[in-house]
T-cell receptor, first 112, second 110 residues
Framework: EPEVTQTPSHQVTQMGQEVILRCVPI?????FYWYRQILGQKVEFLVS????????KSEIFDDQFSVERPDGSNFTLKIRSTKLEDSAMYFC??????????FGPGTRLTVL | QKEVEQNSGPLSVPEGAIASLNCTYS??????FFWYRQYSGKSPELIMF????GDKEDGRFTAQLNKASQYVSLLIRDSQPSDSATYLC??????????FGTGTSLTVIP
């Protein structure tokens, strides 16, 4: 069964460093999303991406964040100048329509 | 601020019973409504979605939507120990952003 994959599973970085989180969506899906979940808190929408551009973004998704689809398969989230409060689980999701989102296993980001 | 509210639980039901999970939302413009299951340390897994008022059934799961009351629920019939997880309610707003509740922790007791 096709699935969304994410790498790395765990990323440790120093405050102020840049990180890139990678996702491979399901191949025939057209909609891509990034979410984050701080430990013990709710899942928070960051951004949605369709037709090679951002379709929606939340207030959390400020200039520190960017997304890219560098090739036909990868979908990346870049966080510039990481802060302690960026420590969270980051989930990528993809969907064929706007309804059935499939989540990847997540990348745990730890900022020291 | 668009909010999705859920009772955090924990909700405990005996095996074979019906588990009832509730969710309210604040944005009347919300278009579609989702229930996810999240096991500890894992990613959310979509159970079902609903966008019309009324009931929608899928196997042991029934989602109910009442837009006038801004209320969504999920019923799990014949609950199994494997259903023990956190259940997340999510809504898709008119701006096509997704808002999640904090989740309800369900424990099914064998």
């Amino acid at each position: 069964e096709p699935e969304v994959t994410q790498t790395p599973s765990h990323q440790v970085t120093q405050m102020g460093q840049e990180v890139i989180l990678r996702c491979v969506p399901i191949s025939n899906h057209l909609y891509f999303y990034w979410y984050r979940q701080i430990l013990g808190q709710k899942v928070e929408f960051l951004v949605s991406f369709y037709n090679n551009e951002i379709s929606e973004k939340s207030e959390i998704f400020d200039d520190q964040f960017s997304v890219e689809r560098p090739d036909g398969s990868n979908f990346t989230l870049k966080i510039r100048s990481t802060k302690l409060e960026d420590s969270a689980m980051y989930f990528c999701a993809s969907s064929e329509t706007a309804y059935t989102q499939y989540f990847g296993p997540g990348t745990r980001l730890t900022v020291l | 601020q668009k909010e999705v509210e859920q009772n955090s639980g924990p909700l405990s039901v005996p095996e074979g019973a019906i588990a009832s999970l509730n969710c309210t939302y604040s944005d009347r413009g919300s278009q579609s409504f989702f229930w996810y299951r999240q096991y500890s340390g894992k990613s959310p897994e979509l159970i079902m979605f609903i966008y019309s008022n009324g009931d929608k059934e899928d196997g042991r799961f029934t989602a109910q939507l009442n837009k006038a009351s801004q209320y969504v629920s999920l019923l799990i019939r014949d609950s199994q120990p494997s259903d023990s997880a956190t259940y997340l309610c999510a809504v898709n707003s008119l701006s096509n952003q997704f808002y999640f509740g904090t989740g309800t922790s369900l424990t099914v007791i064998p």
